[in-house]
């Protein structure tokens, strides 16, 4: 069992930025990537980014040049820095951690808000 613990979320306006973290106990040793999705109002649960221990990277599209994701391995933490914050960026964003590839094992956290006003 892993847990994680995120936290960061908020309410920011239109061009802001904001830091979410996202802390992994439990079983770590199982862990060789993390990352971070989210789900709008309405819509399915999209891949925001992940990141390996080894620091491969990967993100989608919509978010790319404005998100970072990084990771200290040392603390078993995930970071995303969201710069450009767009309205559209609004939701429930989810850090998981897992056993790539496939993500064959995979835990959850609860879910952290960001709300982006215009």
């Known amino acids: 069992q892993v847990q994680l613990v995120e936290s960061g979320g908020g309410l920011v306006q239109a061009g802001g930025s904001l830091r979410l973290s996202c802390a992994a106990s439990g079983s770590i040793f199982a862990i060789n990537a993390m990352g971070w999705n989210r789900q709008a109002p309405g819509k399915q649960r999209e891949l925001v980014a992940t990141i390996t221990r080894g620091g491969s990277t990967n993100y989608a599209g919509s978010v790319k040049g404005r998100f970072t994701i990084s990771m200290d391995n040392a603390k078993n933490t995930v970071y995303l820095q969201m710069n450009s914050l767009k309205p559209e960026d609004t939701a429930v964003y989810y850090c998981?951690?897992?056993?790539?590839?496939?993500?064959?094992?995979?835990?959850w956290g609860q879910g952290t808000q960001v709300t982006v006003s215009s």
């Open positions: 998981n951690a897992g056993t790539l590839p496939g993500w064959s094992f995979n835990s």
